[in-house]
Nanobody, 126 residues
Framework: QVQLTESGGGLVQAGGSLRLSCAVS????????MGWFRQAPGKEREFVAV????????YYKDSVKGRFTISRDNAKNTVYLQMNKLQPEDTAVYYC???????????????????WGQGTQVTVSS
């Protein structure tokens, strides 16, 4: 059984930082791309960042480029999202997801992911 468990969310002031973690169990972590998505109240879930299975390919949503960094530690079966210079518009529930395809670069669409975490709340106050 594949499980994804996010942690690291919380309340932070604008301009602050948080680091989200997503620990994966139940499947060979290093073989799959990992993505981060978020969903704000009243809005659809949106792509934030993706890292390929080997870490060589990374993409970001335009509005987070230069502020967020996705990374993975295959030895710890964990993917991270370092978020700096947070803004109120970053407030959302953040989800990590694991690709359904072996050795892929990942997808910007949530349809490309097979397994999802339960989400962690990030709230940025102005």
């Amino acid at each position: 059984q594949v499980q994804l468990t996010e942690s690291g969310g919380g309340l932070v002031q604008a301009g602050g930082s948080l680091r989200l973690s997503c620990a994966v169990s139940g499947r060979t972590f290093s073989n799959y791309a990992m993505g981060w998505f978020r969903q704000a109240p009243g809005k659809e879930r949106e792509f934030v960042a993706v890292i390929s299975w080997d870490g060589d390919s990374i993409y970001y949503k335009d509005s987070v480029k230069g502020r967020f960094t996705i990374s993975r530690d295959n030895a710890k079966n964990t993917v991270y999202l370092q978020m700096n210079k947070l803004q109120p518009e970053d407030t959302a529930v953040y989800y990590c997801a694991q690709s359904g395809n072996l050795y892929s670069r990942g997808s910007l669409s949530d349809l490309g992911y097979q397994y999802w975490g339960q989400g962690t709340q990030v709230t940025v106050s102005s």
